[in-house]
């Protein structure tokens, strides 16, 4: 499994980024994808996840109302639209899948391919 993001960029703060994660080889269909960011000297964090199928989605409480999942089942690709962001959005995002499709994790120990990270930079 391969997992290719793309999207970040340089963006003054209450702009807009999308983000694209695109997974590509053998899976099930039952997989999750996660966005999980991290800024230099913090721990990676959990902001969002799909499920596949069904398309249940949770939020990290910080990015809920500014941040939206979304998949596209033909092109086998999940997006993470932020809007309104905020100087403290600024890391390196990453995208992973984790293939057990059960419940979504917030823990990166759950995921099991990861793709080489974006980075996002929300300038005041």
């Known amino acids: 499994v391969q997992l290719q993001a793309s999207g970040g960029g340089l963006v003054q703060a209450g702009g807009s980024l999308r983000l694209s994660c695109a997974a590509s080889g053998r899976t099930n269909s039952s997989y999750i994808i996660g966005w999980f960011r991290q800024a230099p000297g913090k721990e990676r964090e959990f902001v969002s996840a799909?499920?596949?199928?069904?398309?249940?989605?949770l939020y990290l409480d910080s990015v809920k109302g500014r941040f939206t999942i979304s998949r596209d089942n033909a092109k086998n690709t999940v997006y993470l639209q932020m809007n309104s962001l905020k100087v403290e959005d600024t890391a390196v995002y990453y995208c992973a899948l984790d293939l057990s499709g059960v419940r979504i994790a917030d823990n990166p120990g759950n995921y099991d391919y990861w793709g080489q990270g974006t980075l996002v930079t929300v300038s005041s």
């Open positions: 799909i499920t596949w199928r069904g398309g249940r989605t």
